[in-house]
T-cell receptor
């Protein structure tokens, strides 16, 4: 069974641009969550999607948004990029809400 | 205020030694998960504990969930260089769906 797939693995963007990251969950998993990982803040929760609806949102500005499609695949978007948005963005999938989470390899975003 | 306090933050030991990592909170978790992460990669799930007092063993790793489901520990026996990595505990609250709250992590280095 394939694991969680995140694309792209690496991304370099300029301040002010926007970016879209993609996550394909494990087959059969319906819940997708996104996290931001930085050396100073550790792993911080961004949002959770289940059945194409955002169920939970972390304490991030509105520039961070996401969506989930009917096949459970998810995307997150960051607009008007800032230098501080440089981080490893991780996607996790669960069979159902509250079940154990499996992470993808992450997307390393660098904002210059 | 960090919801999950993980200690120690750094640990450097010699091959063959034993070690314990602690994860503590004042909140009650419905489940707690332990992950191991390599640089630039996503966290890999090691174990999930859900019952107060539960003990799970994974080869040389022993995981324990506190009776009150507020704390957990990871004990490694006879550590090996291959155990080197970032160990993360993550808790799920009853009402948080798939949202996980992470500890700060323990960076373990096992020297040959």
């Amino acid at each position: 069974k394939a694991g969680v797939t995140q694309t792209p693995r690496y991304l370099i963007k300029t301040r002010g641009q926007q970016v879209t990251l993609s996550c394909s969950p494990i087959s059969g998993h319906r819940s997708v969550s996104w996290y931001q990982q930085t050396p100073g803040q550790g792993l911080q929760f961004l949002f959770e999607y289940f059945s194409e609806t955002q169920r939970n949102k972390g304490n991030f500005p509105g520039r961070f948004s996401g969506r989930q499609f009917s096949n459970s695949r998810s995307e997150m978007n960051v607009s008007t990029l800032e230098l501080g948005d440089s981080a490893l963005y991780l996607c996790a999938s669960s069979w159902y809400r509250g079940f154990e989470a499996f992470f993808g390899q992450g997307t390393r975003l660098t904002v210059v | 205020t960090q919801l999950l306090e993980q200690s120690p933050q750094f640990l450097s030991i010699q091959e063959g030694e034993n070690l314990t990592v602690y994860c503590n909170s004042s909140s009650v978790f419905s489940s707690l998960q332990w992950y191991r992460q390599e640089p630039g990669e996503g966290p890999v799930l090691l174990v999930t504990v859900v019952t107060g007092g539960e003990v799970k063993k994974l080869k040389r790793l022993t995981f324990q969930f506190g009776d009150a489901r507020k704390d957990s520990s990871l004990h490694i026996t006879a550590a090996q260089p291959g155990d080197t990595g970032l160990y993360l505990c993550a808790g799920a609250l009853e009402t948080s769906g798939s949202r996980l709250t992470f500890g700060e992590g323990t960076q373990l280095t096992v020297n040959p």
